[in-house]
Structures are given as structure tokens and as C-alpha cells.
């Protein structure tokens, strides 16, 4: 989200020193213990102007982790909405599994409603913006006190995230885990999705039991899938081919030449002869051979051969329309 015009920092300069300088005779330790029972009480602590400096100032022994963002509507801000239920379960999942204190670490949130000064001071113009604080005094003090910025470029962030980035920058200290709470509705909603499926399943298993065990069903199942990719089905869709295309002089093109190239509707035409055959070769093996009629059977004997053999020359034919050097063909289609 943008900001309106920030006004000068002089208006607040001077409470801001005011603020810092009391900040400065709390004792860190002291001060610490104050914002963690803040914190066990409601994480993540919610700040203004004063306690976000006396939280942050300059001599603390902690870590402070600090969201500042702009819930109100006014502001049009989607990104502050969408991460704040993320970073109030990341903030209570670490406090309450860190009642000790022992990570050294409090969860705090700045809105701007509630810290305007403190967002002209910085000169911020977007939110969310999450800070960490180092220590800059005691066994955990860093080389540098300036906090460290987390990136929100790739949009709204899950805990686990935040907090890995956060865990990252604590060596040596507890890292409590995220624990999200149960989603009953989720729960029950499998659940009743799952009971009514294993009804229906046992309600219709005495009629799809034997689709599944007839041995026609998996033979034309067999065979369609065969045909579908070995006429290049697959190929299609890996390059998305067009369905047809023009053959420069107006009319229409229903087989790309060259073994490297293919429309969509030739897949399909080459598809539907390649049943055709298949059909045929079924019929001579097992349909032809079972007739009991001697004359029915040389019919359907000549039947089959002849649209066998003509299929095929003319499969041989498109074959050689895609490339002029394929050295194979029957007649009538030379």
C-alpha cells in the first residue's frame, strides 16, 4: 500500500527523544520481563509510539521481532490482512512454547493507526514490514544494532516460513514449533465425505464388479489406448499441434508432410484406420473362423480381407504423402 505525505520528522523529534531517554533507565532485563508477561498474556504484544521505542531501544539484551502494518480498511491494504492470521499464530505458537523466556525473543505489532511517528521515522510507504531487533548488549549482542528486514516481495508469507527465517538469525537458543489448531470442520467434512463414498461403493459393488472382471471391457480399453498413442496423441499435446492448417491456396491441409510434423485431425484419421485393421485382424483370427456357414464364411472371409487390404493401401499411401521416399505401396492407392 502507499502512504499520503509523510510530515516532518520535527514535529515529533522531540518526543522521541523524551521517549528514548526513559526507555534507556529501564533496565533491559527488567524490561524484558515486562513485555514477556505482556506477550504470555496476548502475543503478539500490541505497540504505539512509546512502547515500540522503549521495546526497541538501543540497550536491550533480547530480541524483539516487530510487524509494523495497517489493518484498517481505509488503507487498502490486502497484504497486511492476508499474513496478520499467520503472524499472530506464529507469535503465540513461539510465546507459548517458550514461557520461560529462554529464547529471548517478543513478538510485538505496530499499526499505523497506533504509530504513525514511528512510521514516518523510518520512511516507510509499503506495509507489512517485519523487523528484527538484535541484542545489542550480553552474550546473544551482535556487531551490528540495526534490525533485520524481512522480505515480502513474493507476497503473503505462511508461519513456517517466518518463522524459519526467524530461527535462523536465534543460533544457539529454543526454537518453539508452529502449532495450528485443529480444523474441526475440515475433519468432519472428510469424514463425511469418506462415509458416504464407502456407502455408495458397497451399495453399487455387486454391479460394477462384473464390468471391472469382463475381460471385453479391458480388451476395448486395451485397444483404444493403444491406438490413441500410437497415432501420436501424446505428441500432440507435448508440441500442442494445430488441428488443421491451410495448404496456401485456400483450402485446408489434413496431413503435415514429413514423419517429423502432424496435425490434430490426421492423428485421429490415422487413429480411426488403425481400429479399422485392428478390427479386421480380430474378425479373420476369431469372428471368420467360428461361422458354421460355409458361404457366410468365404463372405465375410472376402469381406474382411478386401477392407483390410484397402485400408492398409491407403494408410501406405498417406505414408508415402508425408514423405516421397517411403518406398512401400499396394494397390488400388499407389
Not at 521515522?121 to 538484535?134: H, N
Not at 489434413?254 to 496435425?263: E, I, P, T
Request: charged share 15%; net charge positive; hydrophobic share 45%.
Amino acid at each position: 500500500m502507499r502512504w499520503p505525505t509523510l510530515f516532518s520528522l520535527a514535529l515529533f523529534g522531540t518526543g522521541s527523544l523524551v521517549a528514548t531517554a526513559a526507555a534507556k533507565k529501564t533496565p533491559p532485563e527488567e524490561r524484558f520481563n515486562v513485555y514477556h508477561a505482556k506477550a504470555l498474556a496476548s502475543a503478539p504484544v500490541k505497540l504505539s509510539d512509546p512502547s515500540y521505542r522503549e521495546l526497541t531501544s538501543s540497550s536491550r539484551d533480547y530480541t524483539v521481532a516487530v510487524l509494523l502494518t495497517a489493518m484498517e480498511s481505509r488503507y487498502g491494504c490486502q497484504l497486511c490482512r492476508e499474513f496478520q492470521p499467520e503472524w499472530e499464530l506464529l507469535a503465540r505458537s513461539w510465546t507459548s512454547g517458550d514461557k520461560k523466556g529462554e529464547s529471548r525473543l517478543v513478538f510485538g505489532t505496530l499499526d499505523f493507526g497506533d504509530g504513525k511517528d514511528i512510521f514516518m521515522s523510518l520512511g516507510l510507504q509499503t506495509a507489512p514490514v517485519l523487523f528484527l531487533f538484535p541484542p545489542t548488549v550480553g552474550p546473544h549482542a551482535t556487531a551490528s544494532p540495526e534490525p533485520v528486514r524481512y522480505d515480502f516481495t513474493s507476497g503473503s508469507q505462511a508461519a513456517e516460513l517466518v518463522h524459519s527465517w526467524v530461527a535462523r538469525h536465534l543460533p544457539d537458543r529454543p526454537h518453539p514449533p508452529i502449532k495450528r489448531p485443529i480444523n474441526w470442520m475440515r475433519w468432519i467434512s472428510t469424514f463425511v465425505v469418506l462415509s458416504g463414498g464407502l456407502t455408495v461403493s458397497y451399495a453399487a459393488w455387486p454391479y460394477v464388479l462384473p464390468i471391472i472382471q469382463n475381460r471385453t471391457v479391458w480388451a476395448a480399453i486395451t485397444l483404444i489406448s493403444i491406438l490413441l498413442f500410437t497415432s501420436g496423441h501424446m505428441f500432440n499435446q507435448i508440441r500442442n499441434v494445430p488441428y488443421v492448417a491451410g495448404d496456401g491456396r485456400g483450402g485446408i491441409s489434413y496431413f503435415a508432410s514429413g514423419f517429423q510434423s502432424q496435425y490434430g485431425l490426421e492423428t485421429q484419421i490415422v487413429a480411426a484406420m488403425y481400429g479399422v485393421l485392428a478390427l479386421s485382424g480380430i474378425s479373420l483370427a476369431i469372428k471368420v473362423p467360428r461361422m458354421s456357414d460355409p458361404k457366410m464364411q468365404g463372405v465375410a472371409l472376402l469381406a474382411w480381407a478386401s477392407v483390410l487390404f484397402v485400408v492398409y493401401s491407403l494408410l501406405l499411401s498417406i505414408f508415402r504423402g508425408k514423405n516421397p521416399g517411403y518406398p512401400f505401396s499396394l494397390p488400388p492407392f499407389m
